[in-house]
């Protein structure tokens, strides 16, 4: 079972999907993956776990949202007050934060020049997602963008060398992938500048059960769920 409590900068640490519909999302994803879901506070923030192992979390969407969903990655960071004066500086917009989890630390939220949303995350306890990388849990986040270049220049500024995967698309914002023991393709693309995981996809069972649990199909691996919210498949590391 692998466990991961540190992160170094820049690395995709945290995930979470923000909704209008709770219960919706919990019956989707609980279904298609097994999760779990304790609530951690009373703003209705839950905590995702997979056999005991926290995996991201889930919370509700801000009051006035239409109805639909959305999943957020967020990428580690040392210092966030540095973090946000930088996202500034190289041309991002800070939406939200810094603000405090509790005692599990803090968060910040942005969107990047590319137009994706992202969040910044520092912990003071585990870093971020502990159970990574089996079949359930998250292996890889990507940015799809239609403007790869700002994009690349504005984390390679923020982080160095840090290995991001992005990828041009049409369609812009950061996808988590989660894993899944055997490959299967999903068929055609939508988008064929969003090339995904290289190929991989769902195992037979996950990939059968996303589209009858309402998941839409959208190709290269990725599917929106019954809220609008994308995510991916992969059985990759």
Known sequence: MP????????????????????????????GLFGWEFTRENDRGYHLITLRGEIIGGLGPGPTGMAPGSSWNV???????????????????RVVMGPVPAGEDGRLCLAVDPS???????????????????????????????A?????????RGLYGDVPLVIRPSSRTGWVPF????????TGATEDAGNTGSEGKAGSAG????????????????????PLGAIFGLTSGN
């Open 147 to 155: 403007r790869p270049g700002a994009a690349e220049e504005f984390y």
């Open 115 to 145: 137009g994706a949303a992202v969040g910044f995350w520092e912990g003071g306890r585990d870093e971020g997602v502990v159970l990574v990388d089996e079949p359930g849990a998250l292996r890889a986040c990507e940015l799809h963008t």
């Open 206 to 225: 996950t990939a059968a059960a996303a589209p009858a649990a309402g998941a839409r199909p959208l190709g290269s691996n990725l599917f929106a769920d």
């Open 178 to 185: 989660f894993g899944v023991s055997e490959i299967q393709d």
């Open 74 to 92: 967020y990428l580690a960071s040392k210092d966030l007050d540095h973090t946000r004066t930088e996202v500034g500086r190289l041309g991002g």
């Open 3 to 30: 466990r991961r409590t540190a992160y170094g900068p820049g690395t995709p640490c945290w995930v979470d999907h923000v909704t209008v519909d709770l219960t919706g999302a919990k019956q989707f994803y609980g």
